[in-house]
């Protein structure tokens, strides 16, 4: 076995970590995170390089976008022709890109997500932003490195004289590790750029004053305090909230619609409309009637309330809740650096990494441009050393056999001086030639002057890179119809508090409780008598009748109160269900009470040994199933009775038929606890009845298939906690007041 064919064992873990770690620095570094530099990923750059060397400048005709596409696949970018074709298309959608690299013609794809035409029917070419990217590119300003086939070569990075990843953003997922960079107003940044440069020192919050946040292509508005905004451009990472922005459209009779004119960035309009429309069917979106779509180039989705009574503050707040027309954009700066390492930046690193970028490019232009003031001024010297010997520079052409090493011995020459002499025209050797290369010569050696100083002088590089972002800003800037801010930034917005019951279609229906523990709704509200069936052996406990947006508070004997949503109640024919698949009900545990809640009203709450308070109504509201703890208990003891509070007396009576009247102000009212005692009873007898009524209307009880009133109650008369007396005569046998 020769030494080429040895197997070499390795251990599996060795193995797949060495290959993955190549694999998922190759995707990190060449796939999907962008150059902080030129805010480009390899395949945007060899994009833009292939069709600039077509010359699909903004003043040439388009070309068909396959061309572009085989060019691009077979010279720089090894993959498929549909990612590349994908990437052309979104470079070219005004709605994805803020600033678009190419501009296309034909069918590019539009917001509602509907895909391009094939790469066979349309055509694109470069726009002025990306010309700007690629400014200065054959200047020597950057790297080329050979291709993959090795038959050409690509820029590393582009010049970039547009500040691209902030104006354009980035997006992008690598192997543990992700992308979004949002667009920004270029007029914004190149203040903030001019800024750093005089004050090199400041802040994110400083810079925060020329960028006040993102500016996407469709709009939108950003409801974001600004700290929220600064915490998130200082550490690079943080979720921007982005609502749609909408007004209202005045109609006759009182009535409105309201038109969605922007919709958050990414977001697909057709789906958008879908997912409302599915909302609204699902009965999920009460305060809307219906949705249309009349966007023609621009946006406009129609929204219909119910009526005219609903705010439309409150619906757009639901929509917002609901729907994708508010999003969060999850900003994650994670770009590589100039060393090709994966950092997340934050605002001033971001901005200071473009800077530094155009200090290198300014310096190795002018370096360029050095070079080749030197290589000329050369040639012109040689020129100007032929006029001034003229005959004697003819002779030695003429007459020596080895012209060349002649010319430069006799005049001490260069190589390349002697080459361009030998090169010149017989045409060129006129009076005015020598007077233009002498002109040539002059302003050349100005140039040199300048380039040489500027290349000496660090402030002098500085005012000029200040030079060309203003250039930049004018041609890009606020002023013009591309560069004007299209995204709100209005601050942190008030949550419109939206009442359960407006979520929530309003339908009159009655609740039935069976003494067994079944619940039911039935639709409508209807009599509470014999015709309403259950299971044999079982009848009915309480009903109410009720409103589908009620909340329906059931008080129990373990003291506890539980609260059900009206809506979720079983509905239909049948017998319902138990009442314990909704709560968490012991089963040894039956409910005393059932009623409707009514905010600011009050009950009281009393057990059987006649112990009790009085409670608000929204301190019985429980937000589990396990409810919620009101009434404590002692030993043997359970709660009793759960009333609403009326009137100004109580009148209460026990087993031992002892009736007691006293004033309701002597019970406390509690949020939870055991009370007071009510009324005073001696071993072994408990409460048996409650009343609460107004003394100047008398005690109101049955009597004889009637009803009785007392009004002389004096006898009866006490204080909390006393015996009382017999009842009158004629009270009933059952010890109830009803």
């Known amino acids: 076995m020769n030494e080429s064919e040895q197997i070499k064992e390795t251990k599996m873990a060795e193995a797949l970590g060495e290959r ?57 970018h090894p993959h498929g022709d549909t990612a590349v074709y994908e990437t052309m298309v979104r470079l070219a959608q005004d709605f994805a890109v803020r600033y678009p690299l190419v501009e296309g013609q034909g069918n590019f794809g539009n917001i509602d997500g509907d895909s391009a035409a094939a790469m066979r029917y349309t055509e694109a070419r470069l726009t002025e932003v990306a010309l700007a990217i690629m400014e200065g590119l054959n200047d020597g300003t950057v790297d080329f490195r050979p291709t993959y086939s090795g ?34 107003n270029v007029g914004e940044i190149a203040d903030a750029l001019q800024w750093l440069i005089k004050k090199p020192d400041c802040t994110v919050a400083d810079l925060m004053k020329f960028i006040h ?110 729907t994708d027309l508010q999003v969060n954009f999850n900003m994650n700066m994670n770009v590589l650096d100039k060393d090709g390492v994966p950092r997340v ?30 290589h000329r001024m050369e040639i012109l010297d040689g020129f100007l050393i032929a006029y001034l010997n003229l005959d004697e520079v003819i002779r030695i052409i003429r007459e020596e056999d080895e012209a060349k090493p002649a010319l430069m011995k006799a005049f001490n020459l260069t190589e390349i001086q002697a080459d361009a002499i030998l090169n010149m025209r017989l045409r060129s050797l006129r009076k005015l030639e020598e007077m233009q290369i002498k002109t040539e010569h002059d302003n050349l050696a100005s140039e040199k002057e300048k380039l040489e100083l500027l290349l000496a002088d660090e402030n002098a590089r500085w005012k000029e890179i200040s030079a060309e972002i203003s250039v930049m800003k004018k041609k890009f800037g606020q002023a013009t119809a591309l560069g004007k801010r299209r995204t709100l930034i209005s601050g942190e917005q008030q949550e419109i508090e939206i009442p359960l019951e407006a979520m929530i279609e ?28 259950f299971k044999e052996g079982d009848r009915l406990q309480c009903g109410l009748q009720a409103q589908t947006t009620d909340k329906i508070l059931m ?31 012991p089963e040894e545990d039956e409910i005393v009470s059932m009623s409707i809640f009514r905010a600011g009203e009050k009950r009281l709450v009393v057990s059987k040994k006649g112990k009790g308070f009085i409670v608000k109504e929204e301190d019985l509201l429980a937000q589990t199933r396990n409810g919620k703890i ?109």
């Not at 902080?36 to 903004?58: E, F, I, S, T």
């Not at 697909?268 to 009637?289: D, R, V």
């Open 213 to 322: 946040g993102p500016d996407f292509p469709t709009g939108g508005e950003i409801v974001e305090k600004p700290e929220t905004l600064l915490k998130v451009y200082e550490t690079g990472r943080g979720a921007i909230r982005v609502r749609a922005r909408w007004e209202k459209d005045e109609l006759s009779h009182g009535m409105y619609q309201i038109i969605v004119t922007e919709i958050p960035y990414m977001v697909k309009k057709s789906e958008l409309i879908t997912k409302i429309a599915k909302l609204l069917l699902e009965k999920k979106l009460p305060f809307l009637a219906d949705i249309r779509d009349e966007s023609a180039e621009n946006v406009r989705i129609v929204l219909e309330p119910k009526n005219r009574n609903i705010e439309p503050e409150q619906l757009m707040a639901h929509l917002f809740r609901l």
């Open 630 to 738: 009101v009434l404590n208990l002692t030993e043997k003891d359970h709660a009793y009775l759960c009333i609403p509070v009326s009137g100004n007396a109580v009148a209460v009576i026990g087993d031992n038929r002892k009736l007691l009247v006293f004033d309701l102000a002597e019970i406390p009212e509690m949020v939870r606890g055991q009370g007071v005692f009510i009324q005073k009873y001696p071993a072994g007898v408990t409460l048996s009845d409650i009343k609460l009524f107004n003394k100047e209307d008398g005690l109101a009880y049955p009597c004889g298939g009637g009803t009785r009133v007392e009004t002389n109650l004096v006898g009866w008369i006490g204080h909390r906690a006393q015996v009382g007396k017999m009842p009158p005569v004629g009270f009933p046998k059952s010890n109830k007041f009803s």
């Open 506 to 533: 309003r339908e009159p229906i009655t609740i039935i409780l069976s003494e067994k523990g079944w619940i039911r709704s039935v639709k409508g509200h209807i009599q509470l008598d014999d015709d309403i069936k």
């Open 345 to 374: 930046m934050d605002l001033k690193q971001v901005l200071q990494a473009f800077l530094d970028h155009r200090q290198d490019v300014l310096i190795r232009r002018s370096n360029f441009r050095l070079d080749k003031i030197n």
């Open 151 to 184: 038959e050409d070569v690509e820029p590393a990075v582009m010049p970039c004289a547009f500040p691209n990843l902030l104006a354009n953003g980035s997006s992008g997922i690598a192997v543990g590790m992700a992308t979004n960079v949002a667009p920004h």
């Open 20 to 76: 993955y770690l190549a694999y998922a620095m190759s995707t990190i570094v060449s796939r999907s995170l962008p150059d902080v530099r030129d805010g480009l990923k390899p395949v945007h750059r060899r994009l833009l390089y292939a069709m600039n060397a077509l010359h699909l400048d903004p003043e040439s005709g388009f070309k068909k976008c396959a061309r572009v596409v085989g060019d691009v696949i077979g010279k720089y």
């Open 555 to 585: 008080f129990a004997t373990n003291g506890r109160c539980y609260t059900l949503m009206a809506d979720k109640l079983p509905r239909g024919r049948g017998f319902g269900e138990p009442i314990r698949l909704s709560i968490d009900l």
